[in-house]
């Protein structure tokens, strides 16, 4: 089949690569040229628009504050909740690297156990905890602190509960990874010289394991603003992100060319974040922490 | 700070570290042993006091039709996206891998996007595409959006393995004469396996989970086990979504374990002889 081929001759990997690249340009960039082009589609009446080309789904966008508000919120819970995940999340990869604890696999192990539990029931079985049923407002109740039970589901808060809940184990994963990088011997000489253990932290482990903070902070930021499920399970009607906006105008209003228009705006800001970062960080360490 | 003098400062924020790390844990397992144990629960509603023990919301969801094929159409779909994307991703990665061609950089920023893109926006984008051809939604559609969504996740485990295989043991092979099919065959796909295997793992596990994506793509009338539960959990938080949710996680945790469990004793076998 391939006599006269050399070894690693080129057609042989363009043979190997053919489905995928097939397969990637066919589902997510042509989708993604496509979608573009809807966005100036006139929406005529629900589920169908005509191909005259106009600005005004961009027009209305940018002039209508129910959108920017969406948008407003949607990068400020993303924002928050990636935030949090950092603070969050340095404690136990710094414990896990750190710990003269013999079964260290096995707090590892609990951190990839939550990917394998269905997302959707992680994220109802948030109800339980803080609903009207929930473990804190009936313990709470039992006790007499309160009489009427406190109203924590279906608010901002609950919705940045449940993303930290999904969120977290990507954010210690990829702090873990990075401390694992660092040559220990660089904290010992650091402490040998007089350095306090703070300062040692501050000046040497803490700069080293920036990269897998940031690239953290990336995939945390992208996964909560993106997200669809958290809002519409813990959060109330106006507690809704974006993704849940895109659902809606589509499958709800059935205007396709908004529902473009907001994708792409998504898109775009999502992309930039990306951009921004890996100006400063490069890919690379984004796609240890996906494999890691 | 666990140098080995630590200072008063360095063991004071060592118990800081260790208090917050077994806070985050609670935090991320209480949610879901209150929803195992809720699903033990007598009581006629899903949520808290305990009341008392009882399996009948498990007998219920024995006789739950819906459930019932949502469960097997989401095991079908797993199935065919995992062996799918777990084919076309050792091809890819092997090429990523092994070979120098023009454009593999950009090919390889490509292959991660589907897993840094929104779901939704994937989502969206596929029902553009069909839509414009004016097709409607299908099984095939939503299969074949599972493979996108699985593809990044399999080319990264297996090139990751890949890179660790020296090339010298294929050239070896080939310089012997041995075609390029058996040389993968007899000596790649042996020590690949391991990477094979995480591949379907995760990629079963990712295409059974999908929640977002799924709801834009399945055809009208078919549920996943996902939008299943969303659509129970519409009308009201009842103690069979519990019994539901409980074996969902008995499935989705025991099943790796056991793999894993069941791979490290075959080592510690042979390691034994």
């Keep these: 089949m391939t006599k006269g081929w050399k070894l690693y001759d080129q057609r042989l990997a363009w043979i190997l690569v053919a489905p995928v690249l097939l397969l990637l340009i066919l589902l997510l960039l042509l989708p993604i040229a496509m979608m573009t082009v809807y966005t100036f589609f006139t929406f005529v009446t629900a589920g169908v628009e005509s191909a005259v080309l106009t600005f005004d789904n961009w027009k209305e966008f940018l002039t209508d504050s129910y959108y920017h508000g969406f948008l407003w919120k949607t990068v400020r819970v993303g924002a928050i909740t990636a935030v949090i995940c950092a603070i969050l999340g340095y404690f136990p990869a710094y414990f896990i690297w750190a710990t003269t604890f013999r079964h260290k696999w096995l707090l590892l192990l609990l951190l990839i156990v939550p990917f394998w539990i269905s997302f959707t029931i992680r994220t109802f079985s948030w109800i339980h905890i803080l609903g009207e049923q929930g473990l804190i407002n009936v313990v709470l109740i039992r006790l007499g602190v309160i009489s009427e039970p406190l109203p924590m589901l279906y608010t901002e808060g609950a919705v940045i509960m449940g993303l930290l809940h999904f969120l977290l184990p990507y954010m210690i994963l990829n702090v873990y990874v990075s401390l694992e990088s660092i040559d220990r011997t660089l904290i010992a000489a650091a402490r040998s010289m007089g350095c306090t253990s703070a300062q040692a932290f501050r000046e040497v482990t803490l700069p080293l394991s920036m990269p897998g903070l940031g690239a953290g902070l990336l995939l945390c930021f992208v996964l909560a603003a993106g997200s669809y499920v958290t809002p519409q399970l813990l959060g109330g009607s106006r507690d809704a992100l974006f993704g849940n906006l895109i659902y809606d105008t589509i499958m709800g209003q059935l205007n396709w060319p908004m529902g473009a228009t907001l994708s792409i705006v998504l898109f775009v800001l999502l992309g930039a974040a990306a951009a921004a970062y890996s100006r400063y960080m490069g890919l690379s360490q984004i796609m240890k922490g996906l494999s890691a | ?273």
């Design chain 2, 1 to 273: 700070m666990r140098a080995d003098h630590p200072d008063r400062e360095g063991r004071w924020a060592w118990r800081l570290t260790g208090a917050i790390t077994l806070c985050v844990y609670v935090f991320m397992f209480a949610p879901i042993i209150a929803t195992v144990v809720l699903s033990f629960n007598a009581s006629m509603f899903g949520g808290f006091p305990l009341t008392g023990f009882s399996l009948r919301w498990y007998e219920k969801l024995l006789t739950n039709e819906p459930v019932l094929d949502a469960f097997r159409t989401s095991m079908w779909i797993a199935l065919v996206t995992a062996t799918v994307t777990t084919l076309l991703g050792i091809m890819a990665a092997l090429a990523l891998v092994r070979f120098e061609f023009r454009g593999k950089q950009a090919i390889n920023t490509l292959v991660i996007l589907p897993a840094l893109v929104p779901e939704t926006i994937l989502g969206v984008g596929l029902l553009v595409m069909i839509k414009a051809v004016d097709q409607p939604r299908s099984m095939a559609l939503l299969v074949l959006g599972h493979i996108l969504l699985t593809l990044p996740y399999v080319v990264l485990i297996v090139q990751a393995r890949m890179v660790g295989i020296k090339r010298s043991y294929e050239e070896a092979a080939l310089s012997l004469g041995a075609p390029r099919v058996s040389t993968f065959r007899e000596i790649t796909l042996p020590l690949l396996i391991p990477a094979v295997l995480a591949s379907i793992l995760l990629a079963f596990t990712i295409s059974f989970d999908n929640t977002s994506a799924s709801l834009f793509w399945r055809p009208a009338g078919v549920e996943t086990m996902p939008t299943q539960i969303l659509s129970m959990l519409k009308i009201s938080i009842s103690p069979e979504v519990n019994a539901l949710g409980t074996v969902m996680i008995l499935l989705t945790v025991g099943i790796p374990l056991a793999g894993g469990l069941i791979l490290q004793s075959l080592t510690w076998f042979k390691a034994g002889k």
